[in-house]
């Protein structure tokens, strides 16, 4: 008997909260493989996007105070954000 494999599910990306303030979209998420958190924050302005990986812990800090983590470890902002 052949056994047949599952195709691994793509990660799932869900968004957890979002905000805007002044030109300013700040947007939470926490992807399941690998579990990890993303703050993205994107300025209307200037039309600059930057996403930063930020512990679990401080997700709501930095959800809050986003320019606080600016230097945390950049993330590949995904297609069409």
């Known amino acids: 008997m052949e056994r047949r494999r599952e195709p691994l599910s ?3 990306r ?3 909260s979002r905000r805007s ?3 300013l979209e700040v947007v939470l ?4 493989r690998p579990s990890a958190v993303t703050l993205s924050v994107s ?3 200037t039309g600059e996007i930057f996403e930063v990986e930020v512990p679990g812990a401080d997700a ?3 959800f809050h105070h986003p320019f606080a983590y600016l ?3 950049r993330v590949p902002v995904p297609a069409g954000a």
Request: with cysteine; net charge negative; proline share 9%.
């Open 71 to 73: 230097n945390g470890p």
């Open 29 to 32: 998420y926490w992807c399941d």
């Open 60 to 62: 709501l800090d930095a």
């Open 10 to 12: 793509s990660p799932t």
């Open 14 to 16: 869900r968004e957890l």
């Open 21 to 23: 303030s002044g030109g």
């Open 43 to 45: 300025d209307a302005g």
